[in-house]
């Protein structure tokens, strides 16, 4: 996958992680779109704003996508490397790629989903580092919570 490509795909994610943040939430956003470009969904963590703790940035990116007949040459585009439930979520249903706007702050499931076919595509965005670094250092019990640690 082109890097100009995957840094303007960002760029919706990553403006779903400051809308995010703004609300009071974790910084986490994430998009979907199809093997064209075409974008089906996007989406952020809302489980501080929703009381739900399993909407994560790429499931509600998922679910804004609708039903699709077919995952294949589909990419998820998230703001930070995909927790174990999210990663899931992409191996369940075939999505193709994930585009990973940082690994820094945390490490998810990617390695895993490299191993098993799914191509893997880390910007090491300096700006999603930022995001989650600062919000990690104001709010590490929240953070904790939602990671699991």
């Known amino acids: 996958m082109d890097h100009a490509q995957a840094r303007s795909w960002l760029a919706t994610a990553l403006a779903e992680a400051r ?5 009071g939430g974790v910084p986490i956003g994430a998009a979907l779109h199809a093997a064209d470009g075409t974008l089906l969904g996007r ?4 489980r501080v704003q929703d009381d739900d703790p399993s909407t994560h940035a790429e499931t509600a990116a998922f679910r804004a996508a609708g039903r699709q007949r077919s995952y294949r040459g589909t990419t998820m585009v ?8 999210c990663s899931g979520l992409v ?14 702050t945390f490490r998810g499931g990617h390695d895993w989903l490299a191993e098993h076919g799914v191509e ?7 700006e999603c580092v930022e995001l989650m ?10 953070w904790n919570e ?3 640690a």
């Open 19 to 23: 809308a995010g943040l703004a609300e």
């Open 43 to 46: 989406g952020r963590n809302r």
């Open 78 to 85: 998230t703001t930070l490397s995909p927790c174990w439930y």
């Open 91 to 104: 191996r369940q249903f075939g999505i193709s790629r994930v585009v990973i706007g940082e690994a820094t």
């Open 120 to 126: 893997v595509v880390v910007l090491d965005d300096p």
């Open 133 to 142: 670094r600062d919000f990690i250092g104001k709010h590490p019990d929240l």
């Open 146 to 148: 939602d990671i699991g």
